[in-house]
């Protein structure tokens, strides 16, 4: 799939930055970029979601030295 946007010569610029930075073309840039961009939200709605299950659970959390005490044992 192929699609176009409009920058400003600003943007363009500072996205020719990026791309020279990360040794890629600009169209590899977007790409790289956008997909981190997505990556990233993707990751922080997955980890919303486990800490409102978490929360609604009534489960605590307790100091890792108590875990290593009991495994020491």
Same mark, same amino acid.
């Given at each position: 799939?192929?699609f176009?946007?409009?920058?400003?010569?600003e943007?363009?610029?500072l996205?020719?930055s990026?791309?020279?930075?990360h040794s890629c073309?600009?169209?590899d840039?977007f790409k790289?970029?956008l997909?981190e961009?997505?990556?990233?939200?993707? +990751?922080?709605?997955?980890? +919303?979601?486990?800490?409102r299950?978490y929360?609604?659970?009534? =489960? =605590?959390?307790r100091?890792?030295?108590a875990l290593w005490e009991?495994? +020491?044992e």
């Amino acid at each position: 799939m192929a699609f176009s946007i409009r920058l400003t010569e600003e943007e363009r610029a500072l996205a020719e930055s990026y791309a020279k930075l990360h040794s890629c073309s600009l169209a590899d840039a977007f790409k790289r970029a956008l997909f981190e961009k997505i990556e990233e939200e993707y +990751d922080l709605s997955v980890f +919303d979601e486990a800490y409102r299950e978490y929360v609604e659970s009534g =489960r =605590r959390s307790r100091p890792i030295g108590a875990l290593w005490e009991e495994t +020491d044992e």
